[in-house]
T-cell receptor, first 114, second 111 residues
Framework: SQTIHQWPATLVQPVGSPLSLECTVE??????LYWYRQAAGRGLQLLFY??????ISSEVPQNLSASRPQDRQFILSSKKLLLSDSGFYLC?????????????FGDGTRLSIL | RKEVEQDPGPFNVPEGATVAFNCTYS??????FFWYRQDCRKEPKLLMS???SGNEDGRFTAQLNRASQYISLLIRDSKLSDSATYLC????????????FGSGTRLQVQP
């Protein structure tokens, strides 16, 4: 069966520090991969999605970036964090198929910027 | 107008009650629809897909009205464990292979 791993679970970072969040998927090949952010009490905001190695689509211009160095690895990064980057970051995967497939989420990373 | 709109609630219902959530979406070209459940401080989890003819999974029934761009979720015989936020989710269109999530409707089932 497929599993998705995301780490760390929680992170406290000072303003201006770098960020690297990692997500890996097991049990499937060539998945679509996604990064979302959820601010406290708000809905999910799509940040990036990827349909293959090295292919990244950005939904919202910001100081974050994403990379997909391997088929089942998706990384979210920032060179300098802002206070507004605080939130709950979720990685998700879906199979490639006809139409849009449901997405399956990792446990999330709760990021607090001080 | 938001792409996916839901009543935020909260819906406070007693155990055993039937409760219905509604959702409207703006993109008439959307093809895939889902309901997710999100517990407090946890990740969203797929509850069920929504099919054109309507579908049922145990106590849960989902309906889709394409003409009105409206989706519903009915929960019968509510359990305490049903307390959560329910997210309406609609597919993107064009080259976008991502889903659009509503902000969710919060349900609190009380003993």
């Amino acid at each position: 069966s497929q599993t998705i791993h995301q780490w760390p679970a929680t992170l406290v970072q000072p303003v201006g520090s770098p960020l690297s969040l990692e997500c890996t998927v097991e049990g499937t090949s060539n998945p679509n991969l996604y990064w979302y952010r959820q601010a406290a009490g708000r809905g999910l905001q799509l940040l990036f999605y990827s349909v293959g190695i090295g292919q990244i689509s950005s939904e919202v211009p910001q100081n974050l970036s994403a990379s997909r160095p391997q088929d089942r690895q998706f990384i979210l990064s920032s060179k300098k964090l802002l206070l507004s980057d605080s939130g709950f970051y979720l990685c998700a995967w879906s199979v490639v198929g006809v139409g849009n497939q449901p997405q399956h989420f990792g446990d999330g990373t709760r990021l607090s910027i001080l | 107008r938001k792409e996916v709109e839901q009543d935020p609630g909260p819906f406070n219902v007693p155990e055993g009650a039937t409760v219905a959530f509604n959702c409207t979406y703006s993109n008439s070209a959307s093809q895939s629809f889902f309901w997710y459940r999100q517990d407090c401080r946890k990740e969203p989890k797929l509850l069920m897909s929504v099919y054109s003819s309507g579908n049922e999974d145990g106590r849960f029934t989902a309906q889709l009205n394409r003409a009105s761009q409206y989706i519903s979720l009915l929960i019968r015989d509510s359990k305490l464990s049903d307390s959560a936020t329910y997210l309406c989710v609609v597919s993107g269109t064009g080259g976008r292979r991502a889903l659009t999530f509503g902000s969710g409707t919060r349900l609190q089932v009380q003993p």
